[in-house]
């Protein structure tokens, strides 16, 4: 770390860089296994690129970043046309890579990454094999916390996980979404409610007040509908006065639009 001042200056920035400004660090390039590099496109495929890349800026002048640390990443990159990856860009100082992998270890956890993306990581280590302990410790969470975000994140599509990262819901309103709505529509889910601000609470009475899964039994014909009338009570919801749970869905329910009542209505039916 700089000081200024007495205080310390961070001596690294995370930044979206462009793949095509990077190339290698002169004695870093290696060979990579096939079949561990295809694991790794899928991943990315699926998922993104979790963890950050290390550069530093090239010192000729040619605007360039020299890769440290993520050549797999990178290259992985390249192949599925990925034009930008996060990166953390280090000073001078840490461009050995042992002490770079040191400084990820210590630093990792004060990284401006958003919650979605840190819950990503944190998933994704666990299900890499990383003890729950280290990968706590590591983030400076609790063991059960990652355990949570673990099972949370499990068979996450990359549709799923788009959708999240786009209208960058808070955790604990994708923990009630993946308590009540199957994996295969979660993302359909998450753009339908995503503009409203409803809250995980309000989200969780929600779903039992329209009788959701009553909803997602009639078929795939119903699909539109539900999606429509989940929209439209997330946010009317979210708009009604503050006050007692059942009291602001009686108000909801009266307000409910005639096509989406009969749907509700072919549910009640549909299910006795």
């Known amino acids: 770390m700089k000081t200024r001042g007495g205080k310390e200056e961070s001596s690294y920035t995370l930044r979206q860089i462009p793949v095509s400004l990077i190339r290698p660090e002169d004695g870093l390039a290696r060979k990579r296994d096939r079949e561990g590099h295809r694991d ?149 889910v998450i753009r339908a409610i995503g503009p409203s601000g409803i809250c995980a609470r309000d989200l969780q009475e929600l779903f039992t007040a329209i009788g959701w899964r009553s909803l997602v039994a009639i078929g795939p014909r119903s699909r539109t509908q539900r999606l429509m009338l989940l929209r439209w009570s997330c946010e009317t919801l979210t708009n009604l006065p503050k006050g007692a749970p059942k009291e602001r869905l009686r108000q909801l329910a009266l307000g409910l639009p005639l096509k989406l009542m009969q749907q509700r209505s072919i549910a009640m039916v549909a299910n006795g």
Do not use: W, Y
């Open 40 to 188: 790794l496109c899928r991943s990315i495929e699926q998922f993104g690129v979790l963890t950050p890349i290390t550069v530093r800026l090239a010192p000729d002048d040619s605007r360039e970043f020299l890769l440290i640390k993520g050549q797999g990443r990178t290259m992985a990159c390249r192949l599925l046309g990925v034009t930008k990856i996060p990166a953390i860009v280090v000073d001078n100082r840490f461009a050995d890579e042992a002490k770079v992998q040191q400084f990820l270890v210590e630093n990792v956890a004060r990284l401006r990454l958003r919650p979605i993306d840190r819950a990503l990581l944190i998933a994704h280590s666990r299900r890499n094999g990383e003890e729950t302990a280290n990968v706590a410790r590591r983030f400076g969470v609790s063991s059960s916390t990652v355990r949570r975000l673990a099972a949370q994140l499990e068979g996450a599509t990359p549709s799923e996980v788009s959708a999240l990262r786009s209208h960058n819901l808070s955790l604990s309103l994708h923990a009630v979404i993946a308590r009540n709505v199957a994996a295969r529509d979660r993302a359909d």
